[in-house]
């Protein structure tokens, strides 16, 4: 079969059995999109390329499969930077196409010509740059294997103008021959033997739940050996959905801003079982005073995580979806009832001090999330932005079901959510699809409510509203000495902004209008954005200080007629 | 403490940068790497010595081998290997020096590759060691150009070619 460059990408990506694309147009991939209309995929024009790398990589995260995105040379391919790096800090499977200028004026500094696969070579898990057509099939085969096999990755491949509008006899491999990519095929029975010894031995062990056991989609083995050997586990943020929240031996989201009983049970545990989890600053603080009581073991697919940010006594490098079945027999069934009683003492002297026990009218931002899952019953997938919101949302939603949240944890990229919620919702358009946004974040994609009316998408749009860069806000008034330096932010009116996109929009300033708000957003159709101005200076409690250990919180200040003791720590 | 460790890489474009670029972003302390052709064609060899305690090492060596065009990663610090260095070595020389320079040349089984009005360039190959004390014998005449290629290393011994001699 004859095909041009532009077509040979197109028939490439049918076969690997894209059908989505999302992208934006431009002088060095104009051949591409001249052989577009020819295949049965659809694209979805941006309004920028940053949120195109979102939404790939939000379609990749909802689904597993892998998240396609296109860009122009120069301008375009450096817009996806941010997306590719979001991407790569949460291993999402995302291939990223970019048009490059003519070979032969490659490195002249042409018109709009940048050297994008330098530029991302931190940032993808390997990318190419085609210059001759006889190499692009093999490019494009390999692109999408790296991309989803392994630990996935965002690959970028360049594909410079002429290629793509040179002819080819076209003839796409079936296989790879990739000699430096090796996936773990180690004998790894004997370290899974000492880790259920390990296990059988503990007294208080605990999981620590990552992404990995999403991405392995492992999450029925988590529950097997979970339920067997009755250890709790707490998750990582974007290890939530691991394991359903509502499972009794789930103990939520650990770290920073992990409930305070997640984290005392961090602490107190002799063992801890790290499960496609990469240690990272946020959930351990200071690696060198991380839970030097217990015992670690660190399973994960990529051998350069082990002891790269915290030393484990055991590894076992591979598939948690070979591992875990493999581990589930060796293991004891155990009932663990004094540390599990422990656990839940904590877990309630926490439930006591959650500022939903207390009566306010104010209208706070935990409320408002509290109030979505229970108008929705948690089956929605929510994509959350990063900030307070983010860990608002974490706290106070309580995920059940697989895949259910959707957010940009390691890069912590603001203006993620819209974006990458276009992704999710173009890949599941049965679902029904929330946004959680601080009025920060959502400025930083805002163009993008275009791309939600022209593809139809009913996403529903939380802004929680505080006026400020809340987050740094929060630092500032506590470390920084009051000063809100750069943080007093500036919005419009979301509301009207909604309605001149032609998305209806509410402003909600009182805690009686929330719980109608929602309603009224689950009984339109469409898209619906509303606009909580929720408590300006409201924090996320608890809280563990940069630079102390993780069971070291600040907890929420204790009212005055409280009873509840001072803080244990 | 100094490790050294040899990758095997597709030869590739590009593919020194990958390699560079990983030392510089994962802030690794490199103190010399080479790179040349091996005894496969497309594939190159690279040298690096690296400072470190095993951990950094390790992390090194694991690091590297995630970069798709790197086939193999060895530390061969532990191992008996052939260590050399290649210096060529441009002294000032006047009338007087030169026969002392060449006698020392000499001791080190060093070659006087070139000779000028007022100058000799002498060629050693050995050890960082050897190298390090002839160019400390040379100095006090005034050392006008030094050239080190880095180490380069073979684990000694082994007959089935690089596969049997690299494993780890």
Not at chain 1, 47 to 59: I, L
Not at chain 1, 278 to 290: A, E, I, W
Not at chain 2, 47 to 75: C, F, M, Y
Not at chain 2, 88 to 108: D, W, Y
Request: with cysteine.
């Amino acid at each position: 079969m004859r095909l041009t460059g532009a077509q040979a990408v197109w028939e490439s990506l049918v076969r690997e059995g894209v059908t989505t694309v999302f992208g934006i147009s431009g002088g060095a991939v104009i051949h591409l999109y001249h052989a577009l209309p020819d295949y049965p995929i659809h694209h979805v024009l941006m309004r920028h390329e940053q949120a195109a790398a979102h939404a790939a990589d939000g379609y990749a995260r909802a689904t597993g499969r892998v998240g396609v995105c296109m860009a122009t040379s120069g301008p375009g391919a450096t817009n996806l930077v941010t997306g590719l790096a979001t991407a790569y800090m949460d291993s999402s499977p995302v291939v990223a196409i970019t048009g490059q200028v003519p070979t032969p004026i490659i490195g002249t500094d042409a018109f709009q010509e940048v050297d994008i696969t330098g530029i991302t070579l931190p940032i993808t898990k390997h990318n190419y740059l085609v210059t001759d057509i006889e190499e692009l099939p093999t490019v494009i085969k390999e692109a999408f294997y790296i991309a989803r096999t392994g630990r996935p990755g965002p690959v970028l491949v360049d594909i410079a103008k002429d290629v793509q509008a040179a002819a080819i006899e076209y003839v796409y491999p079936d296989t790879v021959n990739l000699p430096g990519y090796r996936l773990p095929q180690e004998d790894i029975s004997s370290p899974i033997q000492r880790a259920a010894q390990m296990l059988n031995e503990a007294q208080r062990p605990l999981i620590i739940a990552g992404h990995g056991v999403i991405l392995a989609g492992a999450e029925d083995d988590l529950l097997a050996l979970v339920e067997k050997a009755n250890v709790p586990v707490a998750t990582t943020l974007l290890g939530i959905g691991a394991i359903p929240e509502t499972h009794p031996l789930c103990l939520g989201m650990a770290g920073m801003h992990g409930e305070a009983y997640t984290n005392q049970a961090l602490s107190e545990a002799d063992l801890i079982i790290a499960l496609g989890s990469r240690f990272d600053d946020r959930l351990t603080g200071p690696p060198s005073q991380f839970v030097r009581q217990a015992r670690l073991i660190h399973v994960d697919v990529d051998p350069a995580e082990i002891d790269k940010n915290v030393a484990v006594n055991l590894a076992v490098v591979g598939d948690l979806k070979d591992v875990l079945p493999a581990l589930v027999p060796l293991v004891e069934e155990k009932d663990h009832t004094a540390w599990l009683a422990r656990i839940q003492e904590w877990r309630n002297e926490s439930a006591q001090r959650d500022i939903l026990a207390q009566e306010t009218d104010e209208l706070l931002p935990q409320y408002v999330v509290r109030q979505i899952w229970h108008a929705t019953q948690g089956n929605v997938i929510v994509v959350s932005d990063v900030g307070q919101n983010q860990m608002w949302e974490a706290q106070y939603f309580i995920h059940h079901r697989r895949r259910g949240l959707i957010s940009s944890g390691g890069l912590g990229t603001m203006g993620f959510a819209l974006p990458a919620a276009i992704g999710v919702q173009m890949a599941l358009p049965h679902e029904q699809v929330w946004v959680t946004v601080g009025d920060g974040g959502f400025q930083m994609n805002i163009q993008e409510l275009a791309t939600v009316v022209q593809e139809k998408l009913p996403l529903k749009i939380a802004i929680l509203n505080n006026g400020y860069l809340g987050m740094v806000r929060q630092w500032q008034q506590l470390f920084f000495e009051g000063r809100y330096s750069g943080t007093p932010l500036l919005g419009p009116d979301f509301a009207r902004v909604a309605e001149a996109y032609g998305i209806a929009g509410l402003t909600v300033r009182e805690k009686s209008q929330v719980v109608p708000a929602i309603a009224q957003a689950l009984a339109t159709d469409g898209p619906f954005l509303i606009d909580f101005r929720i408590v300006q200076e409201e924090n996320v409690y608890p809280m563990v200080a940069p630079g102390a250990p993780v069971h070291h919180m600040i907890r929420r200040p204790v009212p005055a007629n409280d009873v509840l003791k001072e803080d244990r720590t | 403490m100094r490790h050294t460790l040899i990758a095997l890489m597709e030869d590739k474009p590009g593919v020194l940068n990958r390699v560079s670029s990983l030392f510089r972003r994962r802030n690794y302390n490199i103190e010399s790497l080479t790179v040349g052709h091996s005894e496969t064609p497309g594939i190159s060899r690279m040298t690096i010595v690296v400072n470190g305690d095993d951990r950094i090492v390790q992390q090194v060596a694991r690091q590297l081998s995630k970069l798709i065009n790197v086939t193999q990663v060895v530390d061969v610090s532990d191992k008996p290997a052939v260590i050399r260095e290649l210096a060529l070595i441009k002294v000032r020389a006047g009338h007087g020096a030169r026969s002392e320079i060449m006698e020392l040349a000499n001791v080190f089984r060093a070659k006087v590759v070139d000779v000028g009005k007022t100058s000799l360039t002498v060629e050693i190959t050995g050890t960082e060691e050897k190298v390090d004390s002839l160019i400390g014998l040379l100095q006090p005449f005034g050392i006008e150009e030094l050239a080190r290629t880095g180490r380069v290393a073979m684990v000694r011994g082994g007959n089935g070619g690089q596969a049997a001699n690299l494993q780890p």
